[in-house]
C-alpha cells in the first residue's frame, strides 16, 4: 500500500470509527462487539418500583460466580444499611484510580452502616479467572467484598453501561445516586453521608472529604485530532472491526481474522492509532507477536498526547517472564518518564518485565506532551489487548 493510499484509509477510519476520545479517561464504555448474526428485536425495560421521589427499586445481584472477602451476600439481606455498588474490572485504569476513595470510604464508613461490594465485571476474558482478581485485590489493597459478575448478569439488570459505575442504595433499597466514571468524590461522599444520617448514624467525628479528584489537563480537550488527547486503543479484532472504532492503521489487518501476517510500518503515524514492523496475529481480543526474535526487530509503534500511557498486556499462561523494551521517540526513557512498571537493564534501555495477565504502567509525564512510543519484544507469548492513556499531573 502506497503513502496515499494508507493516509486515505486513516482517514476513513477516522471518519467510520467515529473517534471517542474520553476527556480525562474520566469513564469507559462498554463497547459494542462485532457480530454477523441478525440483532435482537428491541423490548422495553420491565417498569421499575420507585419511591415517593421516583428513585427505582434496586435490582437483586445476579448470576455472581463467586464472592472474594465475603460470603454470598444479596441486597434484599443489606434492608436497613447503606450499599454502594461499584461496577469495575481491574485491568481498568479509570476504575484503578477510584479505589483509593472508595477504600477511604470502606475505612471510615463501614461500622456507620455502608456496605459497599464491588462488582466485578470483566472487559477481557482473562479478567474471568477467579485468581486474577484476587491477585488484583491484594495489590489494591481492597478488603470489602467483591462479586464476580463473569456473565453480565448484575451488569445488565443495573442497564449499566459504563466502568466505573457507582450506584448509592438506601435503607429501603432503593437507588438514591449514581456517579459513572471518575471524579465527583466529594459530592459521592456527601451522599453517602446523608444516607448514612437516615439510618442514624453518628459522624460526628467523621471529617467529610472534600477532593473532587485530580485537574485534568485543559490541552487534552482539544478539538484538533492531532493534538487532542490519544483515545483508548484495541488491539483485538472485536472491537476493531466493530462501530466503536478502527485502531489498527494497516488495511491488512482487517483483510481476515486470527491471522500472522507481516507487516511494515508506513514511518508516518497519526494520533489515535497503532503501527505495526513485523510478523503479528490480530487476535479476537488481542495483537499477538506471532514469532520469536532475538534483536528487538518487532514492535508496536504509536503517536500519542497524554500524561500517562498504560497497556493491558497478557503473556501466554505457560510462558515464562519476558521483557518488554520501551523507547520514546527512539530513545530510552528517562527517569522522570518511566511509569511504575518500567526499570532500566544494564544497558541503560528502558523496559517492562510482563509476568501476569494485567494492565501494565508505561509512560508517567510531568506535563501534557506529543511523544512517539514503540514497544519492542521478542516472545511470541506477548499480547497486546488495550492502550489506554491519561492527562492528569499525577497518578496512572
Known amino acids: 500500500m502506497n503513502s496515499r493510499s494508507r493516509l486515505a484509509f486513516i482517514a476513513l477510519a477516522l471518519v467510520i470509527g467515529a473517534v471517542i476520545v474520553s476527556l480525562g479517561g474520566c ?106 482478581v484476587v491477585n488484583a485485590m491484594k495489590e489494591n489493597g481492597l478488603q470489602y467484598p467483591v462479586a464476580q459478575d463473569n456473565d453480565y448478569k448484575t451488569w445488565n439488570a443495573f442497564q449499566n453501561r459504563f466502568w466505573p459505575a457507582k450506584y448509592l442504595i438506601d435503607k429501603d433499597g432503593f437507588i438514591r445516586y449514581r456517579h459513572f466514571g471518575e471524579g465527583y468524590y466529594d459530592e459521592t461522599e456527601r451522599k453517602i453521608r446523608e444516607l448514612l444520617q437516615e439510618i442514624g448514624a453518628d459522624l460526628t467525628s467523621i471529617t467529610p472529604g472534600l477532593d473532587p479528584g485530580p485537574t485534568f489537563d485543559p490541552r487534552a480537550r482539544s478539538q484538533v485530532t492531532e493534538t487532542q488527547l490519544t483515545r483508548e486503543i484495541y488491539g483485538g479484532y472485536k472491537r476493531n472491526y466493530s462501530s466503536s472504532g478502527t485502531y489498527v492503521a494497516h488495511r491488512e489487518y482487517y ?13 508516518e503515524h497519526l494520533n489515535h492509532f497503532i503501527y505495526l514492523q513485523g510478523l503479528w496475529r490480530n487476535g479476537y481480543e488481542s495483537l499477538i507477536h506471532a514469532r520469536e526474535t532475538e534483536n528487538f526487530e518487532d514492535y508496536i509503534a504509536l503517536k500519542f498526547n497524554a500524561t500517562s500511557v498504560n497497556a493491558v498486556i497478557s503473556p501466554e499462561e505457560t510462558s515464562s517472564p519476558f521483557r518488554l523494551i520501551l523507547t520514546m521517540d527512539d530513545r530510552s526513557l528517562k527517569d522522570e518518564e518511566i511509569g511504575d512498571d518500567v526499570q532500566f537493564d544494564e544497558f541503560g534501555r528502558s523496559y517492562v518485565l510482563i509476568t501476569e495477565p494485567r494492565m501494565y504502567m508505561l509512560v508517567k509525564l510531568p506535563t501534557y506532551a506529543r511523544h512517539e512510543l514503540k514497544l519492542r519484544v521478542n516472545s511470541n507469548a506477548f499480547a497486546l489487548f488495550a492502550f489506554t492513556f491519561g492527562a492528569y499531573s499525577t497518578g496512572p
Do not use: M
Open 255 to 267: 483483510e481476515g481474522q486470527d491471522r500472522s501476517i507481516s507487516y511494515t510500518d508506513p514511518g
Open 27 to 132: 469513564q469507559k464504555t462498554a463497547p459494542t462487539p462485532a457480530t454477523e448474526s441478525t440483532p435482537p428485536t428491541q423490548t422495553s425495560p420491565p417498569a421499575r418500583t420507585t419511591n415517593a421521589g421516583g428513585d427505582p427499586k434496586a435490582p437483586e445481584l445476579q448470576g455472581i460466580a463467586s464472592w472474594i472477602n465475603s460470603d454470598s451476600l444479596t441486597l434484599s439481606g443489606l434492608h436497613g444499611k447503606v450499599v454502594l455498588i461499584d461496577f469495575w474490572t481491574y485491568t481498568c485504569v479509570n476504575c484503578i484510580r477510584t479505589l483509593p476513595y472508595l477504600k477511604e470510604w470502606h475505612r471510615k464508613y463501614a461500622d456507620k452502616g455502608l456496605q459497599i461490594i464491588g462488582v466485578h465485571t470483566p472487559e477481557f476474558d482473562f479478567e474471568k479467572n477467579r485468581e486474577n
